[in-house]
């Protein structure tokens, strides 16, 4: 009898298993292997032609801060790369903020439309989201390049006398970026704000908040969780982004992404490449340890 | 004693825009009394709840003026106006606790620390809530957000307080509980309440004074007896309680008194507004608990007795007059009186002089 149980037990956690399998094939080849092999490139010496030796080295690691100068062989941080990681997580703080900025007006004028609009509005949002990333950044260039729309328009008016050059700036990066990220923002806050029970706005107005008190102390901590998830969303890929930063900054103002590129195309440094990924890694779930931790601790404080 | 108008609305209307456009209230013209418990009584969509969001400043009327002790109201945003709401389904702010949800208000209107924990004490108190102070909303049941709202909505100390039918998702014997509650806290703060709702027991039992409304209008305004024993009119007698409505023709006027005629070709002096003047047809309502059994001889109309329903305290005899109206005659049961009656047995309906109300077409 017993004996019994236990092999119909032990069937069960078989065909459980069996059942896992697919998921578990899926989740080990596609993010902790690649994962593992970068990380042991990453400790490998590179190869004259790109690939990597197998000869175990510590010098990727090694370059990704620091840098031997090629003169007197001193020791010295390396400037350039360090430029770079400030630049992209300013670049990519300054991009969630904005989209935070202009993206909660988007979804709370939204989510307060009449029901049979509100998909229509979406609809806008999430159209050029469709569109290829590539296509979406070269109509930003248009706007901002020196013979593009914005110029064009201001030396009409006569605003300027010359074109401004926007393109291949940080400026231009951020543009792009915006433009390109808003709707991952729009979507997990509209989420939100369409849950969100009016009549306590109503209950607050009642209660003689002013409009900005209604949005401080009522709208904005019940619409944390997605502030919270946008900005996330945000902010991950603006930090790992290759095309924006390429197509907008024209390879003058690099973010991490373009450098790992480098590293593994004209650069044929794999292992520096494989190093500075896992470097990007760790920025970003550094970042996101702060801003979890930061908007936790945020809770209304008990009265 | 020296009366004073709280709230005065004057051909306060409000359309919504739409095909067809839908006319939320007609012409509301009343004024509300200071220190008064004032109901608004309809069933749904008779623009109650849109004359209390007007007066709350959530919504803006079509035409008409709204004043506030001869201050007008339309000028203020809902920030601003010294009123406050209880809302249906109480609107208590999820994120805060009970005491923060009560202290919302005051520490909007920027009072002192000191002043905002003295007065959330003192509602707390009020309402009975002390022990709950640091709950979330989400974690206390119905009864208690109820008077979380209420508190909230009482703390900044309003000159009005709005109720949007505060009572309707309560159970029966909480909602009896809550309807003394109310009528205390309002003797007690001596705050001009208005009440929304649709349950006619909970307006005579609570109500100062009445407004009955329909399809926007505003049918009669009148201390519960009045509205409850003098309708002016069929919707008004409909709506409260259960009414006899009889055919009739009036055929003199005696001072106050109406005299009438009934189908059955028998006199009956009746009562009426003031507006009532013009002789001819007209319906008289008569409570089923206002009129008696008779014989047949000895009634002011016949008929034959149907159904008699038992009903623990009283007994209704539903009767079949011979001018084709029914009628219902309720009559409390007394331990005495024997069932003298037979359902099929020929009957006749006797009621006193200045019983029967007239009117308005």
Redesign the interface.
């Known amino acids: 009898m017993a004996d019994l149980a236990q092999a119909t037990q032990q069937r069960a956690a078989r065909t459980r298993w069996l059942l896992l399998a697919p998921a578990l094939v899926i989740l080990l080849i596609a993010a902790s292997g690649p994962l593992l092999i970068t990380l042991v490139y990453s400790f490998l010496t590179p190869g004259d032609y790109g690939g990597v030796e197998w000869q175990f080295s510590v010098d990727a690691w090694f370059n990704v801060v620091m840098q031997r100068d090629i003169f007197d062989d001193t020791l010295g941080f390396s400037d350039a790369h360090l430029s770079i990681f400030a630049r992209s997580v300013k670049l990519s703080l300054m991009t969630t903020v904005l989209c935070l900025f202009f993206g909660f007006p988007t979804a709370y004028f939204i989510a307060t439309r009449p029901k049979k609009q509100r998909d229509l509005w979406m609809l806008l949002i999430i159209i050029p989201f469709w569109t290829n990333l590539l296509i979406r950044t070269f109509a930003v260039v248009e706007l901002v390049r020196n013979e593009g729309t914005v110029n064009t328009l201001l030396l009409w008016l006569g605003v300027i006398d010359a074109p401004i050059q926007m393109l291949y700036t940080e400026f231009s990066i951020l543009v792009g970026m915006v433009y390109v990220y808003l709707p991952l923002m729009v979507l997990p806050l509209y989420a939100a704000m369409e849950r969100l029970?009016f009549?306590?706005v109503?209950?607050?107005?009642?209660?003689?908040?002013?409009r900005f008190?209604v949005l401080r102390?009522?709208i904005v901590?019940?619409v944390k969780p997605g502030v919270v998830a946008g900005s996330i969303l945000v902010f991950v890929p603006s930090l790992g982004a290759y095309v924006t930063p390429r197509v907008m900054g024209g390879g003058n103002q690099l973010m991490i992404g373009n450098l790992i590129e480098l590293q593994f195309g004209q650069g044929r440094n794999w292992p520096l490449g494989a190093a500075l990924s896992i470097t990007l890694l760790g920025i970003v779930m550094l970042a996101l340890l702060l801003y979890v931790r930061a908007a936790g601790s945020e809770e209304?404080h008990?009265? | 004693m020296c009366v004073t108008v709280a709230i005065s609305a004057r051909k306060l209307r409000k359309v919504y825009p739409g095909q067809p456009p839908v006319v939320a209230l007609e012409e509301a013209t009343i004024d509300i009394l200071e220190n008064e418990f004032f109901t608004l009584l309809g069933p749904s969509g008779c623009g109650k709840t849109t004359l209390l969001r007007l007066i709350a400043g959530f919504e803006h009327p079509t035409e008409g003026t709204l004043t506030m002790h001869g201050e007008d109201l339309l000028a203020l945003p809902p920030h601003k106006r010294p009123v406050n709401t209880v809302f249906q389904n109480y609107a208590l702010f999820p994120h805060l606790t009970v005491a923060q949800n009560i202290a919302f208000g005051l520490e909007m209107l920027g009072k002192s620390r000191a002043e905002i924990t003295r007065t959330v004490d003192e509602m707390m108190e009020l309402v009975k809530m002390t022990q709950m102070a640091d709950r979330q909303t989400g974690q206390i049941s119905g009864g208690q957000q109820q008077r979380v709202a209420l508190a909230r909505a009482l703390a900044p100390k309003p000159k009005v307080l709005l109720l949007d039918e505060p009572l309707s998702a309560l159970d029966f014997k909480l909602r009896k509980d809550m309807q003394l509650e109310l009528k205390r806290l309002q003797t007690e703060t001596g705050i001009t309440f208005i009440f929304v709702t649709h349950d006619q027991e909970e307006a005579l039992a609570m109500s100062d004074r009445i407004a009955v409304m329909s399809a926007g209008t505003i049918r009669q305004v009148g201390g519960p007896r009045d509205i409850y024993d003098q309708p002016a009119e069929r919707f008004v007698a409909d709506f409260i309680g259960d009414t006899n409505f009889l055919p009739a023709e009036i055929t003199a006027f005696e001072g106050d008194s109406i005299q009438t005629r009934l189908s059955s070709g028998k006199t009956v002096k009746a009562r009426g507004h003031a507006d009532v003047k013009q002789k001819g047809k007209v319906t008289l309502a008569i409570r089923p608990e206002h009129a008696s059994l008779a014989s047949e001889d000895e009634g002011l109309l016949a008929g034959t007795l149907g159904e008699i329903v038992y009903f623990g305290t009283d007994t209704h005899y539903h009767i079949a007059l011979d001018d084709g109206t029914g009628f219902v005659v309720r009559r409390q049961n007394q331990p005495e009186i024997k069932a003298a009656y037979a359902s099929g047995q020929r009957i006749g309906v006797r009621f006193g002089d200045d019983v029967a109300q007239v009117l308005r077409d």
Do not use: I, M
Not at chain 1, 202 to 210: C, G, I, K, Q, V
């Open positions: 029970d009549s306590l109503e209950a607050a107005y009642d209660l003689y908040a002013t008190q102390r009522v901590p019940l209304p008990r009265g």
